[in-house]
């Protein structure tokens, strides 16, 4: 629904976008009412993998570092080079 607004506000403007895609959500509601079907909301499945991933992640330790890896990666000078305040 986001991309097809996106594409008629660069198409036919802003307001004309918002009533367009207004009109289509009631389209869908209206029909889903005349025809008695339940709404079904579905979860994007790459977000469904990105969850299970991260649960895996947190329940191992496998991305665990110790203290001394830790002060090696803040004494490099990578880690400098990234802490420098751009507005200063």
Excluded: C, H, W
């Excluded at 329940?59 to 802490?83: A, T």
């Amino acid at each position: 629904m986001k991309n097809k607004y996106l594409t008629l506000v660069r198409r036919i403007g802003k307001n004309r976008a918002i009533v367009a895609i207004a009109r289509i959500l009631a389209e869908t509601i209206f029909t889903m009412l005349k025809k008695d079907v339940d709404f079904e909301d579905e979860i994007n499945p790459l977000t469904e993998k990105k969850i299970k991933k991260m649960i895996e992640r947190a329940n191992s330790g496998s991305g665990e570092i110790n203290i001394q890896e830790s002060i090696k990666l803040i004494s490099s000078k990578e880690f400098r080079s990234l802490s420098i305040k751009p507005f200063s």
